[in-house]
């Protein structure tokens, strides 16, 4: 997010909504081929090379369309986001990561940064964010006056072995976790694939990379220890996941009424009351990103406190109502197409593997107090 302002084309973004649709309609069956931890949906990932979005959310002055970086262009953004969800949550969860390191150089990055790293982008390097760890988490130790030396492991590095400049958290002398990106086609790295072995989002290769003194420049120190976790830019990115999740469960509603019609039986009444709901969810998730895209339109207008407030607040929402939507429409989905629609060729069982899995972000229950403190002082200072 920026906190000034800037321009965008109408027009571009509404094509690149358009393209995305296209992704979409056409990734759908390779998403299906590529169901395989030693398999990576590469033909969706060369559509949005060529279709210019994996270069959107780059300022505009550096050859990008500011998709994401100024008020204006949320929406289109989470579109973006849910439409390739949509046709493959793998590539949407890839393409999220890769948007949210954009993010986050434009919001930290020098100018020489945001120009070297636009540029590397442009060249058709992928981008993602690579924070969680377990026990052998990542530090940093200093080798000389611009050189550093990183350690240790990340787990779920999603997109390993085609992500080749992740932003990597590590920690300092002082305990603080610092942002770099690591140029991995420069840099020696053992990948441990054997680490991930999930129910879904198997082709995603959310494997677990291991540094060992791999040299980071100071070029590739990305803004201050501690700014990741920075609000609102963290707790409000969820909603760009949650985005993608939504994706999955329209496709599952749109399968299904795809399902019934083949088979005839779309003038079953418990199959139209089943439906309907599943229809009420998608769209009330829907509006859940417009509302969200709204507030983060706002806070980047007036990055004050309260916007700032309400801002996190609503993506702790969104986050949560549209867990909770996607679960619904599983539930139904499967309701509806019976033992029959969970085999192959179809894509239920596949699709409902990848929602459940990547529907499992971390610490839903403090995001769900957080909403429930917030609204109960909202109510007592009111």
Request: proline share 3%; glycine share 8%; net charge positive.
């Amino acid at each position: 997010m920026k906190k000034k302002y800037g321009t965008y084309s109408r027009a571009k973004l509404s094509e690149l909504v358009k393209s995305s649709k296209r992704i979409c309609a056409i990734s759908l069956e390779e998403a299906a081929i590529t169901d395989s931890v030693k398999s990576f949906p590469k033909k969706t990932l060369v559509n949005l090379k060529s279709h210019h979005i994996l270069t959107a959310s780059i300022p505009k002055e550096y050859g990008g369309h500011n998709l994401g970086l100024i008020s204006g262009t949320n929406q289109a953004m989470l579109t973006i986001l849910k439409n390739i969800g949509k046709g493959n949550l793998v590539m949407g969860r890839i393409l999220e990561g890769h948007i949210n390191a954009q993010l986050l150089i434009n919001q930290y990055g020098s100018e020489k940064q945001k120009r070297l790293f636009a540029k590397d982008a442009f060249d058709g390097r992928l981008f993602g964010v690579w924070n969680t760890q377990a026990d052998d988490g990542t530090f940093l130790s200093n080798t000389g006056e611009s050189t550093y030396q990183l350690s240790g492991s990340k787990t779920f590095a999603t997109g390993a072995g085609y992500v080749t400049r992740p932003i990597v958290t590590a920690s300092t002398k002082k305990g603080a976790w610092q942002m770099c990106i690591v140029p991995l086609d420069k840099a020696s790295v053992k990948i441990n694939s054997s680490w991930w072995d999930p129910m879904g989002m198997k082709s995603s290769r959310s494997f677990k990379i291991s540094f060992s003194k791999t040299v980071i420049s100071k070029i590739n120190w990305l803004g201050k220890a501690g700014e990741y976790y920075q609000q609102p830019y963290f707790g409000g990115g969820a909603v760009r996941f949650a985005a993608v999740q939504l994706g999955a469960a329209e496709l599952l509603l749109d399968e299904t009424v795809t399902y019934l019609a083949g088979l005839k039986r779309t003038h079953d009444p418990f199959q139209k009351m089943r439906v309907g709901q599943m229809a009420i969810a998608v769209e009330t998730g829907n509006h859940w990103i417009t509302g969200a895209a709204l507030r983060m339109d706002q806070y980047m207008q007036r990055p004050n406190k309260n916007n700032a407030e309400q801002l996190i607040f609503y993506a702790n929402m969104t986050r949560t109502a549209i867990e909770q939507i996607c679960t619904e429409v599983m539930q139904l989905c499967v309701k509806c197409i019976g033992a029959r629609g969970l085999n192959k060729p179809y894509h239920f069982e596949r699709i409902i593997r990848d929602l459940t899995t990547y529907l499992r972000q971390p610490s839903p229950d403090a995001v769900l107090a957080d909403v429930g403190n917030h609204a109960l002082n909202s109510k007592i200072k009111s």
